[in-house]
């Protein structure tokens, strides 16, 4: 199964050209959700003007070079590895989530483009790939599902609660990803795998389709938004944000003669606030 290319099997029903077709529909809905998304929330204008006083407020100018030192960090912590999440467990599952889909959508569009009839035998790499993305994206969507999102412990949520716009998402990609793996396992049976590839349709059109109103678009944005963070701290300008303090330091216990009232010439230290344990108290 592992190594079977199931769109060349399906070429005998639909035609190539048909499901080439919907690959690029797919992808037109991405990029409108996203736009719509960016009008309707008003993201990309507040990011510009954020950047735009940020920079009023920079008390030095970032040569190039670091602009791209920041843009490189940028992509190997919070784009490639997450490392902006704190909690192991999710990062791990996010990380499984992230690169399924990346494989599997990526073997998809290889498979369906390339070699998408019987006629046009696809290298063995790309059906394993497909399926152990799909095989990634399940093990990280119901990981994040049934222990992460709904953790009764700290989350008080049942499994079966659904958020509408903020679940349609991860629903979509762990429906898509599952009814993908039942219709490739139950090729040539019939009216049950019939069924599991409409499921497998019917799941990604509205993964794609709900864009505008999932949190999709997010991961577009996420990026950008990181990478202004490294800057507005590298520039000096820190969003218009007092500076990080030593509350020790005498003059700044002269600038600031309440930290002494209140705290003493020795403040100690403050402890792991929120960080300090897990959320157990429900």
Same mark, same amino acid.
């Given at each position: 199964m592992i190594t079977l290319n199931p769109f060349s099997e399906l070429s005998g029903f639909i035609p190539p050209l048909a499901m080439q077709?919907?690959?690029?529909?797919?992808?037109?809905?991405?990029?409108?959700?996203?736009?719509?998304?960016?009008?309707?929330?008003?993201?990309?204008?507040?990011?510009f003007?954020?950047?735009?006083?940020?920079?009023?407020?920079?008390?030095?100018?970032?040569?190039?070079?670091?602009?791209?030192?920041?843009?490189?960090?940028?992509?190997?912590?919070e784009v490639l590895t997450s490392s902006e999440f704190k909690n192991s467990r999710r990062r791990i599952?996010?990380?499984?989530?992230?690169?399924? #889909?990346?494989?599997?959508?990526? &073997?998809?569009?290889?498979?369906? /483009? =390339?070699?998408?009839?019987?006629?046009?035998? @696809?290298?063995?790499?790309?059906?394993?790939?497909?399926h152990l993305g799909a095989l990634m994206l399940c093990f990280g969507g119901y990981w994040f599902w049934f222990f992460i999102r709904v953790d009764?412990?700290?989350?008080?949520?049942?499994?079966?609660?659904?958020?509408?716009?903020?679940?349609?998402?991860i629903v979509g990609l762990i429906t898509m990803a599952t009814f993908a793996l039942l219709w490739s396992a139950t090729m040539g049976g019939g009216a049950l795998n019939t069924? #599991?590839?409409?499921?497998?349709? &019917?799941?990604?059109?509205?993964? /794609? =389709?709900?864009?505008?109103?999932?949190?999709? @678009?997010?991961?577009?944005?996420?990026?950008?938004a990181a990478y202004?963070?490294?800057?507005?701290?590298?520039?000096?300008?820190r969003e218009n944000l007092p500076e990080d303090y030593d509350l020790t330091d005498p003059?700044?216990?002269?600038?600031?003669?309440?930290?002494?009232?209140?705290?003493?010439t020795n403040p100690p230290n403050m402890g792991l606030g929120i960080s300090a344990e897990a959320p157990r108290h429900y």
């Open positions: 077709i919907y690959i690029i529909a797919m992808f037109l809905l991405v990029v409108g959700g996203t736009i719509l998304d960016m009008m309707h929330k008003k993201s990309a204008q507040y990011f003007e954020n950047a735009k006083k940020a920079q009023k407020s920079a008390k030095r100018t970032l040569s190039g070079g670091e602009k791209t030192s920041l843009a490189v960090q940028t992509l190997a912590n599952s996010h990380l499984f989530t992230m690169y399924g #889909f990346i494989i599997f959508v990526v &073997a998809t569009v290889a498979l369906i /483009f =390339g070699y998408p009839t019987p006629d046009t035998a @696809a290298p063995s790499i790309l059906p394993i790939l497909w009764v412990a700290s989350e008080g949520v049942k499994w079966y609660n659904f958020n509408g716009r903020g679940d349609i998402f069924l #599991f590839f409409v499921l497998f349709i &019917a799941c990604s059109t509205v993964l /794609f =389709g709900s864009v505008f109103w999932s949190k999709f @678009a997010h991961m577009f944005f996420k990026p950008a202004q963070k490294k800057c507005i701290k590298a520039d000096g300008s003059a700044v216990q002269a600038k600031y003669p309440d930290i002494p009232e209140y705290m003493g």
